[in-house]
Each structure stands twice: as C-alpha cells, then as structure tokens.
C-alpha cells in the first residue's frame, strides 16, 4: 500500500527554533509538493519540486523557510526561525509529471510554535 | 484572487439522502478537475477526478459534474452515509501548461450526514 510518508506527525516548538519537517513521497513519483493548511487560508502551496529540482517555492516566506530534495526519497522543509504564526498543519503531497495531475498527501505535519 | 471557489462552507444532509458539493472556477486554463476528501488528523485522500473532455465521470456512490461553460463542477454523493462526514476540497489544474502538475484548491466544504 503506497502513501506518501510525513515526520514528525506532532512539532510543539518555541519561538525561534529551528524546526524541520521530512517527506518521503511514493516510490516512483517524481513532483513532491508542500502545502500548510490554516483556519485562514485552507491549503496553500508553499513549494513544489519536479526530479528534485525546486520548480516554484514562490508561496514560501524566503527568509525563514526552505524546501529542499536530498534525494528522490526525501523532501525536506525548514523554518529558521519559527515564529508563532507559523503554526499550522504542513502537508506533504507527490504525483507523477506525465500522467493526470493526480497529487497523493501524507498524513501531515502539526506545527504549534509557542 | 481565488481562483477555485466553495462558495458553501458547510452542508448538512440526512443519511441516505444526496449530498451536493460545488465548485466554481474563474481559469479557462483549468483541464482536469478532482474532488479530495480530508478527515481531522489525516491529509486529504483523493476521492475522484475529471477531464475537461468529458461532462461526467462517475464512481460508485460519488459523481463529478463538470459544466465548462458556466465554469462550475458539482460532486453529488448517493446516498450519503454517516462515513461521508469530512471536509470535501475541490481543486483544478492546467495540467496541459506549465504547472507540472500543480493543483488550485478551493476553500473546503465540511459536510455532515446525519444517521
């Protein structure tokens, strides 16, 4: 059974901390997305990559956040530093360029920054 | 500017009765439409989806609805059940353009289905 897999599930963190959040997208897929869900804004794309290669990160505040592919099996979201209104829930999501734009999501990440 | 809209936040529904969800786009770009279903603590779940080429696609109890003229898609749920009860996303692509895949997503609908 493919999912996409997302940790840490739960994040309690203070003000200023780094935080930093892993994907592992379905094997075979090839564009891993990253999305933050709020009260607010409902789910807003942060970032997306395609083979690895950062495609649009134009959603993220540049100055704090990074998205990054180590490799085919890992994405990774960083904030440095956490602020409280960064608290949100962080969804990973992967799908395969070529074929309908189908995305498949993780579970998420919780994100409470105090 | 919002490009895919749930104009309804909420909807509630006997069990056993139809549910209707719909969702409004303004992008005459948009070419493949997808409904996902999102329960608390969990990521969305892909629940189905539609290409502009046809009018209706159809699986099990759930029907998507696409009316490109009036830029508007429907998902119709029969008969709804207890289960159903979650937030249900509509979202769009432009998948033939330079989007590699990205998805617009609309606000949400919760929906409740009363036993």
């Known amino acids: 059974d493919a999912r996409v897999t997302q940790t840490p599930r739960h994040k309690v963190t203070e003000m200023g901390q780094e935080v930093t959040m892993r994907c592992q997208p379905i094997l075979g897929h090839n564009t891993v997305f990253w999305y933050r869900q709020t009260m607010m804004q409902g789910l807003e794309l942060l970032a997306y990559?395609?083979?690895?290669?950062?495609?649009?990160d134009s959603g993220m505040p540049k100055d704090r956040f990074s998205a990054e592919m180590p490799d085919a099996t890992l994405a990774t979201l960083k904030i440095q530093p956490s602020e409280p209104r960064d608290s949100a829930v962080y969804f990973c999501?992967?799908?395969?360029?070529?074929?309908?734009?189908?995305?498949?999501f993780g579970p998420g990440t919780r994100l409470t920054v105090l | 500017d919002q490009q895919v809209k749930q104009n309804s936040p909420s909807l509630s529904v006997q069990e056993g009765r139809i549910s209707i969800l719909n969702c409004d786009y303004t992008?005459?770009?948009?070419?493949?439409f997808l409904w996902y279903k999102k329960y608390p603590a969990e990521g969305p779940t892909f629940l189905i989806s539609i290409s502009s080429i046809k009018d209706k696609n159809e699986d099990g109890r759930f029907t998507v609805f696409l009316n490109k003229s009036a830029k508007h898609l429907s998902l119709h749920i029969v008969p709804s059940q207890p289960g159903d009860s979650a937030v249900y996303f509509c979202?769009?692509?432009?998948?033939?353009?330079?989007?590699?895949?990205?998805?617009?997503f609309g606000q949400g609908t919760i929906l409740t289905v009363h036993p």
């Open positions: 979202a769009a692509s432009d998948g033939g353009g330079t989007s590699y895949g990205k998805l617009t």
């Open positions: 992008n005459s770009m948009f070419d493949y």
């Open positions: 990559f395609r083979n690895r290669a950062p495609l649009d």
């Open positions: 999501a992967s799908g395969k360029a070529g074929g309908p734009d189908t995305q498949y």
